[in-house]
C-alpha cells in the first residue's frame, strides 16, 4: 500500500504491488551492501497492554514464483490453493502472536505483502478465483468489519527489505516498525505521540465538515478504526464535495498562472509546465509538447489518487500524477506553484484539505505516515529500508 515512490518501479515489484490493492509500490533499489537471506527475522512485541489472543499473518506474493500465498512462523511460503465463485475460505494461516508485555520472533521470507495482526480474532481470509480477497472493512457486511486489527506492508527482496506503517486505508491499531541495518543501527517509524490514538479519533470528531464519520465502532462500543477519507467518499460517510473548493480555486488559478513540476529530486532539469485552458490541465515539456493532460478532479480521485489522477507506471503522466495528487491532498497546490513541496511547513494549511491526514501526521512522533497514497512525495512517508537488513521489528502500541 503502500505506495513507497521510488519514482520507478521493476516489474515484478508493480506486479505484487498490484495484487494488493496498489497500496505498495517501489522503485529499483540501490544495490544491497551484502546478500540477502532467504528469509530475515521479525521480531513482534506487544506493548498494547490488551489482554487479547494476538494473530499475526504474512501475506503476499513471492519475488522468486510470483505466486500469491503465505509464509509460516518460519519463513517457508506457501502458495495459496485455487479459489472459487463465490470466494471459499482460505487455509489457516494464522501465527498466534506474543501475550502482552511479550515478544514473539517469526521469519519473514522474500515477497511483497502484508503483515496483518489482529485481537481477539482470527481474520476471515477467501480466495476467489484471482486470489486472495483483502478485508475491505468499509463494506458493513465484510466478515472482519468488527474485529480489531491492522497490517504492515513490505517488500523483502535480493536488494533488502522495505517495511512501513500504513494509513492509507484506515487508522486503526497502533504499531511501529523497524529494522536493524547491516552496520548494527536501528531505525524505527509509525509510533504515535502519548496519547496521539485516541487524539486522532477525538480530532476527527471535533472537525467541521462530516469527519467524525469516518470512524466506526463496534455494537459494544470498542472504537475500530477510522476509514481513509478515499473509502468515506465512497461510502458516503463524508461528503462527496468536501474538496471542490479547494479543487476549483486550483483550477481557477493555473488559468493564469503556470504550475511547474519537478518531479524526480535526482533529475532536477525535468520540468514539466501546465496551464488550465478549457477546464483541462495540460503539461508540456521544455519543448513545449504536451505530454499528457488532466480533467479536473474529484474528492474521490484525489484521496483515492486514481480515477482523473490515475498514475501509471510511466516516466511522465503516472509522476505528474503523483505530485498533484499529494499537492491537492496537502493543499500545497495555491500557496506555491512550484511542485511537489520540499517541506511539510506548508502541508495542510488550507481550511479544505485532507484533515484525516493532517491530523495522522500531526500526532506521529517523527511526523511521517503514510496517510494517503503518495504520502512519500518528499519523503513524509513512514518507512524504513535497508540493504543489508539483519532484523525487522513489528512492535504492537498502547491504545492511549
Given at each position: 500500500?503502500?505506495?513507497?515512490?521510488?519514482?520507478?518501479?521493476?516489474?515484478?515489484?508493480?506486479?505484487?504491488?498490484?495484487?494488493?490493492?496498489?497500496?505498495?509500490?517501489?522503485?529499483?533499489?540501490?544495490?544491497?551492501?551484502?546478500?540477502?537471506?532467504?528469509?530475515?527475522?521479525?521480531?513482534?512485541?506487544?506493548?498494547?497492554?490488551?489482554?487479547?489472543?494476538?494473530?499475526?499473518?504474512?501475506?503476499?506474493?513471492?519475488?522468486?514464483?510470483?505466486?500469491?500465498?503465505?509464509?509460516d512462523?518460519?519463513?517457508?511460503?506457501?502458495?495459496?490453493?485455487?479459489?472459487?465463485?463465490?470466494?471459499?475460505?482460505?487455509?489457516?494461516?494464522?501465527?498466534?502472536?506474543?501475550?502482552?508485555?511479550?515478544?514473539?520472533?517469526?521469519?519473514?521470507?522474500?515477497?511483497?505483502?502484508?503483515?496483518?495482526?489482529?485481537?481477539?480474532?482470527?481474520?476471515?481470509?477467501?480466495?476467489?478465483?484471482?486470489?486472495?480477497?483483502?478485508?475491505?472493512?468499509?463494506?458493513?457486511?465484510?466478515?472482519?468489519?468488527?474485529?480489531?486489527?491492522?497490517?504492515?506492508?513490505?517488500?523483502?527482496?535480493?536488494?533488502?527489505?522495505?517495511?512501513?506503517?500504513?494509513?492509507?486505508?484506515?487508522?486503526?491499531a497502533?504499531?511501529?516498525?523497524?529494522?536493524?541495518?547491516?552496520d548494527?543501527s536501528t531505525?524505527?517509524?509509525?509510533?504515535?505521540?502519548?496519547?496521539?490514538?485516541?487524539?486522532?479519533?477525538?480530532?476527527?470528531?471535533?472537525?467541521?465538515?462530516?469527519?467524525?464519520?469516518?470512524?466506526?465502532?463496534?455494537?459494544?462500543?470498542?472504537?475500530?478504526?477510522?476509514?481513509?477519507?478515499?473509502?468515506?467518499?465512497?461510502?458516503?460517510?463524508?461528503?462527496?464535495?468536501?474538496?471542490?473548493?479547494?479543487?476549483?480555486?486550483?483550477?481557477?488559478?493555473?488559468?493564469?498562472?503556470?504550475?511547474?513540476?519537478?518531479?524526480?529530486?535526482?533529475?532536477?532539469?525535468?520540468?514539466?509546465?501546465?496551464?488550465?485552458?478549457?477546464?483541462?490541465?495540460?503539461?508540456?515539456?521544455?519543448?513545449?509538447?504536451?505530454?499528457?493532460?488532466?480533467?479536473?478532479?474529484?474528492?474521490?480521485?484525489?484521496f483515492?489518487?486514481?480515477?482523473?489522477?490515475?498514475?501509471?507506471?510511466?516516466?511522465v503522466?503516472?509522476?505528474?500524477?503523483?505530485?498533484?495528487?499529494?499537492?491537492?491532498?496537502?493543499?500545497?497546490?495555491?500557496?506555491?506553484?512550484?511542485?511537489?513541496?520540499?517541506?511539510?511547513?506548508?502541508?495542510?494549511?488550507?481550511?479544505?484539505?485532507?484533515?484525516y491526514?493532517?491530523?495522522?501526521?500531526?500526532?506521529?512522533?517523527?511526523?511521517?505516515?503514510?496517510?494517503?497514497?503518495?504520502?512519500?512525495?518528499?519523503?513524509?512517508?513512514?518507512l524504513?529500508?535497508?540493504?543489508?537488513?539483519?532484523?525487522?521489528?513489528?512492535?504492537?502500541?498502547?491504545?492511549?
Amino acid at each position: 500500500m503502500l505506495t513507497s515512490l521510488r519514482h520507478a518501479r521493476t516489474a515484478a515489484l508493480a506486479a505484487a504491488a498490484a495484487l494488493l490493492g496498489g497500496l505498495l509500490t517501489l522503485g529499483t533499489p540501490p544495490a544491497a551492501d551484502a546478500a540477502v537471506p532467504a528469509t530475515i527475522p521479525l521480531t513482534i512485541t506487544n506493548n498494547s497492554g490488551r489482554g487479547d489472543q494476538v494473530h499475526v499473518y504474512v501475506l503476499g506474493t513471492s519475488l522468486t514464483t510470483g505466486q500469491q500465498g503465505w509464509a509460516d512462523a518460519g519463513g517457508t511460503f506457501h502458495p495459496w490453493p485455487a479459489g472459487g465463485i463465490p470466494p471459499v475460505p482460505a487455509p489457516d494461516a494464522s501465527i498466534p502472536g506474543p501475550a502482552a508485555g511479550r515478544s514473539t520472533t517469526i521469519r519473514i521470507p522474500k515477497l511483497s505483502g502484508r503483515i496483518y495482526f489482529s485481537y481477539g480474532r482470527k481474520l476471515d481470509f477467501r480466495l476467489a478465483t484471482g486470489g486472495l480477497v483483502q478485508p475491505a472493512v468499509q463494506n458493513p457486511s465484510d466478515p472482519n468489519h468488527d474485529i480489531l486489527f491492522n497490517w504492515s506492508e513490505y517488500t523483502l527482496n535480493d536488494s533488502g527489505l522495505w517495511l512501513n506503517s500504513t494509513q492509507v486505508d484506515m487508522f486503526s491499531a497502533p504499531y511501529a516498525v523497524g529494522v536493524r541495518r547491516g552496520d548494527g543501527s536501528t531505525a524505527s517509524t509509525g509510533r504515535l505521540k502519548p496519547g496521539g490514538y485516541n487524539g486522532v479519533f477525538t480530532a476527527l470528531r471535533a472537525q467541521p465538515g462530516g469527519w467524525g464519520g469516518l470512524v466506526q465502532t463496534r455494537s459494544d462500543g470498542t472504537v475500530l478504526r477510522a476509514l481513509s477519507p478515499a473509502h468515506g467518499v465512497g461510502t458516503g460517510k463524508i461528503p462527496a464535495s468536501v474538496m471542490d473548493d479547494y479543487i476549483n480555486r486550483v483550477w481557477q488559478k493555473y488559468a493564469t498562472t503556470t504550475l511547474t513540476v519537478t518531479p524526480f529530486a535526482d533529475r532536477p532539469h525535468i520540468k514539466y509546465q501546465g496551464r488550465v485552458s478549457g477546464g483541462v490541465l495540460r503539461f508540456t515539456n521544455s519543448a513545449g509538447a504536451v505530454v499528457t493532460s488532466f480533467q479536473k478532479p474529484d474528492a474521490d480521485s484525489v484521496f483515492g489518487c486514481h480515477k482523473l489522477l490515475d498514475a501509471p507506471n510511466d516516466e511522465v503522466r503516472g509522476p505528474l500524477s503523483r505530485t498533484l495528487c499529494a499537492g491537492f491532498n496537502r493543499s500545497t497546490l495555491l500557496a506555491n506553484p512550484n511542485q511537489p513541496d520540499g517541506s511539510s511547513a506548508g502541508f495542510y494549511q488550507d481550511a479544505v484539505t485532507n484533515h484525516y491526514a493532517r491530523i495522522i501526521h500531526e500526532r506521529m512522533a517523527d511526523g511521517k505516515a503514510y496517510a494517503f497514497a503518495f504520502d512519500d512525495v518528499g519523503h513524509h512517508e513512514s518507512l524504513v529500508h535497508d540493504g543489508a537488513p539483519q532484523q525487522a521489528y513489528l512492535t504492537l502500541d498502547p491504545f492511549s
